[in-house]
C-alpha cells in the first residue's frame, strides 16, 4: 500500500506561481505513473496531468498546457507539480495518484489518493 500526502498549497495572485508536492509512504513510487488531479467546487474531479513510471511519457490537460509540469524525484520518492502561471480557474483542491500509464491514458489505482490541497488563485 502506498499513502500519499500533498503539501504546497496556498492562495496566490493570477499570473503567479506554486509547486504542489507528493510524498509516498509504505512503498517506492518506482514502479508506478503518478498523476495529478483536481476537484473544482461542484465539479467532478479531472486530470491534470501524469507521468509514465520512468519519465519516459507526460499528458497535460489542454488547459494546463505549456503552464504545468510534472516531475519525479526517487529519492525523495515525491512528485512535483509546477504550476506557472496561475488563473482563477485553476482554483480547486489538486490530489495526487499513483497509478498506471498505458497507451497515452493515466488509469489513476483506487485507494492510491493523497488527501489533497487546495489551490486558491484571487483575480
Known amino acids: 500500500q502506498v499513502q500519499l500526502v500533498e503539501s504546497g498549497g496556498g492562495l496566490v495572485q493570477t499570473g503567479g506561481s506554486l509547486r504542489l508536492s507528493c510524498t509516498a509512504s509504505g512503498r517506492s513510487l518506482g514502479p508506478f505513473a503518478v498523476g495529478w488531479f483536481r476537484q473544482a467546487p461542484g465539479k467532478e474531479r479531472v486530470v491534470v496531468g501524469a507521468l509514465s513510471w520512468n519519465g519516459s511519457h507526460k499528458y497535460y490537460a489542454d488547459s494546463v498546457k505549456g503552464r504545468f509540469s510534472i516531475s519525479r524525484n526517487s529519492v525523495k520518492n515525491t512528485t512535483y507539480l509546477q504550476m506557472n502561471d496561475l488563473k482563477p480557474e485553476d482554483t480547486a483542491v489538486y490530489y495526487c495518484?499513483?497509478?498506471?500509464?498505458?497507451?497515452?491514458?493515466?488509469?489513476?489505482?483506487?485507494?492510491?489518493w493523497g488527501q489533497g490541497t487546495q489551490v486558491t488563485v484571487s483575480s
Open positions: 495518484n499513483a497509478g498506471h500509464y498505458a497507451e497515452g491514458r493515466y488509469f489513476p489505482r483506487a485507494g492510491y
